[in-house]
């Protein structure tokens, strides 16, 4: 049974870091492209960081880049999302998945995901 669990979200002041942590069990985890992904109550889910299977190459949104680092341990199966300068505008669940195919960076493209971690970032 494929699983993902986040941790490591909760609530910050403007300006500090946190570090979201993904633990994947059931599948290949080498084989997977891997995300994170945030949503707002209301909101559409939108893609924040992603990174391949293949090369590690990474994608980001331009909300976030410069500020957070999508990385993964292939031998632990965790992913990770360091977040710095965070901002309130960085509110929301923050969930990660996994998927087959290579690249992807869009929501639909993804086919396993965690429960999500609440980041709450107070001004």
């Known amino acids: 049974e494929v699983q993902l669990v986040e941790s490591g979200g909760g609530l910050v002041q403007t300006g500090g870091s946190l570090r979201l942590s993904c633990a994947a069990s059931?599948?290949?985890?080498?084989?997977?492209?891997m995300g994170w992904f945030r949503q707002v109550s209301g909101k559409e889910r939108e893609g924040v960081a992603c990174?391949?299977?293949?090369?590690?190459?990474?994608y980001y949104a331009a909300s976030v880049k410069g500020r957070f680092t999508v990385s993964r341990d292939n031998a632990k199966s965790t992913l990770y999302l360091k977040m710095n300068s965070l901002e309130v505008e960085d509110s929301a669940v923050y969930y990660c998945?996994?998927?087959?195919?290579?690249?992807?960076?869009?929501?639909?493209?993804?086919?396993?995901w965690g429960p999500g971690t609440q980041v709450t970032v107070s001004s």
């Open positions: 059931g599948f290949t985890f080498d084989d997977y492209a």
């Open positions: 990174i391949s299977f293949a090369d590690g190459l990474t």
């Open positions: 998945a996994a998927s087959v195919r290579l690249g992807a960076t869009m929501p639909s493209s993804y086919d396993a």
